[in-house]
Structure formats: C-alpha cells, structure tokens
C-alpha cells in the first residue's frame, strides 16, 4: 500500500484547506483510514480516522467541529477538509491506515498504523 497525501500549504489563521491522499492499493474500501499530525519537537498525534464505508468517524477533540475527515472508495482517496485553521494546528500531515479490514479504531492510535504516506506541510500564520 502506497499513500502520498497533497493539499498543504501557509494559510492565515482563520482559513481552510483541503488535504488529500491518494491510496495505491486495489482493495482501498477494506481499509480503515486516518490523518495524524506531527509538530516540531512533538509526538505524531491522531487527528481523525474514518471506516471503511465512511459511515463511522472519529475525531481528536483538538479538531472536532473544525476538521471533516471523508473518502471517495471509488477514487482511491481519502481527504480531510479543514476550516478555522489556528497556528496551533501546524504540522506536517500524514495519511494512515492499519492492516486491511482493522475495525476504526485501529486508524486512531500509531500503533495501530501499518502504513504511512511521506506527509504534507500545513502551516497556519497568525
């Protein structure tokens, strides 16, 4: 399974933006699916996670009511929308998914992580 994610950029606090990642894999709906971040001299946390129908969806409480995690199985993509950016969410993004047919919360936790994309930088100026 290959991820390369895309759609970062500098924003101005109070922007959006709109990540995407790309899967290479031919079962992508099997897939549970996650986006975890990492600043500077922090730990890479989790950000959101979705099934794989995208009917379930988890979020960090640092991004609920902000962040919108979706996917298009037909695509081969997973995107996460994200509204009212604040300096604080800068970071490099990554894509992620667990082994095939993990329930969600296996895409909600690094451990739980088989596969990661190389990341995109977000940075939010204030």
């Known amino acids: 399974v290959q991820l390369v994610e895309s759609g970062g950029g500098l924003v101005q606090a109070g922007g959006s933006l709109r990540l995407s990642c790309a899967a290479s894999?031919?079962?992508?709906?099997?897939?549970?699916m996650g986006w975890f971040r990492q600043a500077p001299g922090k730990e890479r946390e989790f950000v959101a996670a979705i099934s794989w129908s995208g009917g379930s969806t988890w979020y960090a409480d640092s991004v609920r009511g902000r962040f919108t995690i979706s996917r298009d199985n037909a695509k081969n993509t997973l995107y996460l929308q994200m509204n009212s950016l604040k300096p604080e969410d800068t970071a490099v993004y990554y894509c992620?998914?667990?082994?095939?047919?993990?329930?969600?919360?296996?895409?909600?936790?690094?451990?739980?992580?088989?596969?990661w994309g190389q990341g995109t930088q977000v940075t939010v100026s204030s």
């Open positions: 894999v031919r079962t992508f709906s099997d897939f549970a």
């Open positions: 992620a998914a667990p082994q095939q047919r993990q329930a969600i919360v296996a895409a909600t936790t690094t451990d739980g992580i088989r596969y």
